[in-house]
């Protein structure tokens, strides 16, 4: 299996979570964005996004379905839901929820404040997509109430893809807004061990 990633891109996901899971991986770490900065990438992946996700035969793209592909593969693992499970309903609706509803308005934000030329920032969007972000993880702020993790009372990658919506947050000044469950959470998240390896092993060599 290789992965192809960007530090702090959504390509974390998968990183964390294959080391979450301690199988064996080939990582190229690339400059952001790649499509401009990997000599060759858009031959890897034609529309240029990250990650890239490659299992033989198999190229996947979308960060959150290799969590999925990847827990399904080496199940039984308690990163996973499984069917049978009282909240399987919740947690997928946690997978499906962090990209559609918390990770989009969030790189909408990071467009107009970050990646654009000074002359093309529009703060009025930013600061709108920023509201809409808020909005939105109050489902996570209620989900939390009384418990260290989404689902099933333990640990699963609804965490990892969720809780790199937060830290994305987090990386964009966002993060003062948080009600208190969210902050217990992300600092709780930042601590676990597979996440710090996967930073130490995500970032492009100095």
């Known amino acids: 299996m290789k992965l192809y990633h960007c530090s ?29 900065a990997y000599d ?20 996947m793209t979308e ?5 999925q592909y990847l827990v399904e593969k080496y199940s039984p693992t308690e990163l996973r839901v499984m069917p049978g499970e009282p909240e399987y309903g919740e947690y997928l609706n946690w997978l499906y929820r962090s990209d559609a509803t918390f990770t989009f308005p969030l790189a909408i934000n990071f467009r107009y404040t970050k990646l654009e030329p000074e002359e093309r920032r529009v703060p009025q969007v ?27 009372d333990r640990f699963t990658i609804a965490d990892i893809v969720v809780g790199y919506a937060l830290q994305f947050g987090d990386r964009l000044g966002l993060s003062d807004r948080y009600k208190p469950n969210c902050r217990r959470y992300l600092a709780n998240l930042n601590e676990r061990m597979a996440y710090k390896r996967s930073q130490e092993k995500g970032r492009l060599p100095e």
């Open 40 to 59: 060759g990438y858009l031959d890897i992946n034609p529309i240029g996004t990250v990650p890239t996700f490659i299992d033989d035969n198999l190229v």
């Open 126 to 152: 930013a600061e709108d997509y920023a509201i809409w972000f808020h909005s939105r993880i109050r489902s996570v702020e209620a989900a939390l109430e009384g418990k260290d993790f989404l689902v099933s």
């Open 63 to 67: 960060s959150t379905a290799i969590c």
């Open 8 to 36: 702090n891109a959504r390509s974390v996901r998968p990183l964390w979570t294959l080391e979450e899971l301690g199988v064996d991986y080939e990582l190229t770490v690339m400059p952001f964005p790649p499509r401009f």
